[in-house]
């Protein structure tokens, strides 16, 4: 069973604009950590912003926010004042079990490509 | 921030022949580190956990024997792809958790990957 469900292949947002990018998530466990990761077409992965599953608050990076909705499994990404160089492919990703627990794996989904238009 | 570098970026060899890639945290000490490969325009799939003075830990339908992992040290991990054949043609990502929690984050920190083509 998909446990990262990323639903959209594929987006494009006007420069300055906000973009929502969407992800869901399946697990039983209570203790999760959920990630989103950016890869430009260069292949690095790039750390964006991160959400532990017992943070009261949601997460918050700069221009990146994530939208945590526990009851519905959703962790979106909000990118705010999409700028060109935000183009690139953007991972969500979870780690079930608390910190080290089972090792620390990451499950991505499939991944969204962003196109941002100048 | 955490760095994480992987050597060769890229790599172009003969069918049969064995490379190695290496996996080198450059300013936190490591633990544990992980391999992953990914085909164009797909998501990254973890192929095995590489874990410091013990045997990697490979992912269901990975061949042991096919990608050797050696995590020589806590900064080092090695991936060796053995007697290469063009469908091991791929992009290989290595990460690493730091000891410490980086903010509590428990972030997973990328290298660029390597790009291997088996002619």
């Known amino acids: 069973a998909q446990k990262i469900t990323q639903t959209q292949p594929g987006m494009f947002v006007q420069e300055k604009e906000a973009v929502t990018l969407d992800c869901t998530y399946d697990?039983?466990?209570?203790?999760?950590?959920l990630f989103w990761y950016k890869q430009p077409s260069s292949g690095e992965m790039i750390f964006l912003i991160y959400?532990?599953?017992?943070?009261?608050q949601n997460a918050t990076e700069g221009r990146y926010s994530l939208n945590f909705q526990k009851a519905r499994k959703s962790a979106n990404l909000v990118i705010s004042a999409s700028q060109l160089g935000d183009s690139a492919m953007y991972f969500c990703?979870?780690?079930?079990?608390?910190?080290?627990?089972?090792?620390?794996?990451?499950?991505f989904g499939a991944g969204t490509i962003l196109r941002v238009k100048s | 921030g955490a760095v994480v570098s992987q050597h060769p970026s890229r790599v172009i060899c003969k069918s049969g022949t064995s490379v190695k890639i290496e996996c080198r945290s450059l300013?936190?000490?490591?633990?544990?580190m992980f391999w992953y490969r990914q085909f164009p325009k797909q998501s990254l799939m973890l192929m095995a956990t590489?874990?410091?003075?013990?045997?990697?830990?490979?992912e269901q339908g990975v061949e042991k024997d096919k990608f050797l992992i050696n995590h020589a040290s806590l900064t080092l991990s090695t991936l060796t792809v053995t007697s290469a054949h063009p469908e091991d043609s791929s992009f290989y990502i290595c990460?690493?958790?730091?000891?410490?929690?980086?903010?509590?984050?428990?972030?997973?920190?990328f290298g660029p990957g390597t790009r291997l083509t088996v002619l």
């Open positions: 990460s690493a958790n730091p000891l410490t929690r980086d903010r509590g984050t428990d972030t997973q920190y």
């Open positions: 697990t039983s466990d209570p203790s999760y950590g």
């Open positions: 959400q532990g599953s017992y943070d009261q």
């Open positions: 990703a979870m780690r079930e079990g608390g910190y080290m627990e089972y090792g620390n794996k990451l499950v």
């Open positions: 300013d936190f000490q490591a633990t544990t």
């Open positions: 590489s874990n410091e003075g013990s045997k990697a830990t490979y």
